[in-house]
């Protein structure tokens, strides 16, 4: 069976700190690992990964992609308090064009 | 561009009504999604489409069913409903054709308690 999991569960941190996220996978046929922000409401897209080692950068976020340990990480640097929400990584899988979702990593960030 | 559409956004039930949740796009993605999100924990797929006529069961598909007449709709039918299918209801899309990149288009949710 397909599986996501992501570490931790939560976390809490100070303003300025940096952060790492992860994600390993377990999958069929896996394709691409994507990341995804979720405040209040819909998850909020942050990147695509599908190719191992290359990193993707958006601003103080980045995340990377291991294909040979199945796994990828998030980093957030410089953390702000709008950087308080909960981080889902999803796999995507060619065959059955599934996204199987991890429970996600709920990030608080105090001021 | 209006993405996609999910309606209503909440709605109370009664234990053994029924309801459908209504899902549209407008991106001419061929790929649907329904996904349920109980507190604190990740997405579950219920259901899911790859093109109009093909529907499929996800990890959670007990008490639900779908259809895909048009490329464009995607409703989530609740027979019966139970407390356990108290969540919130995700509708998410994607493209796959030439130039796709995977990404997963999400709906606004539906915020669903059944009492």
């Known amino acids: 069976e397909d599986k996501v999991v992501q570490s931790p569960l939560s976390l809490v941190v100070h303003e300025g700190d940096t952060v790492t996220l992860n994600c390993s996978y377990e999958?069929?046929?896996?394709?691409?690992l994507l990341w995804y922000k979720q405040e209040k409401k819909a998850p909020t897209f942050l990147f695509m990964l599908?190719?191992?080692?290359i990193e993707k950068k958006s601003g103080r976020l980045s995340s990377i992609l291991d294909k040979k340990e199945l796994f990828s990480i998030l980093n957030i640097t410089a953390t702000q308090t709008g950087d308080s929400a909960v981080y889902l990584c999803?796999?995507?899988?060619?065959?059955?064009?599934?996204?199987?979702f991890g429970t996600g990593t709920r990030l608080k960030v105090l001021a | 561009n209006a993405g996609v559409t999910q309606t209503p956004k909440f709605r109370i039930l009664k234990i053994g009504q029924s309801m459908t949740l209504q899902c549209a796009q407008d991106?001419?993605?061929?790929?649907m999604y329904w996904y349920r999100q109980d507190p604190g924990m990740g997405l579950k797929l219920i259901y899911y489409?790859?093109?109009?006529?093909?529907?499929d069961k996800g990890e959670v598909p007990n008490g639900y069913n779908v259809s895909r007449s048009t490329t464009e709709d995607f409703p989530l039918r609740l027979e019966l409903a139970a407390p356990s299918q108290t969540s919130v209801y995700f509708c998410?899309?994607?493209?796959?054709?030439?130039?796709?990149?995977?990404?997963?288009?999400f709906g606004s949710g539906t915020q669903l308690s059944v009492l």
């Open positions: 998410a899309s994607s493209y796959s054709g030439r130039g796709a990149n995977e990404k997963l288009f």
């Open positions: 999958v069929t046929n896996f394709r691409s």
């Open positions: 599908t190719s191992s080692g």
């Open positions: 999803a796999s995507f899988t060619s065959g059955t064009y599934k996204y199987i």
């Open positions: 991106m001419n993605h061929n790929y």
């Open positions: 489409s790859v093109g109009a006529g093909i529907t």
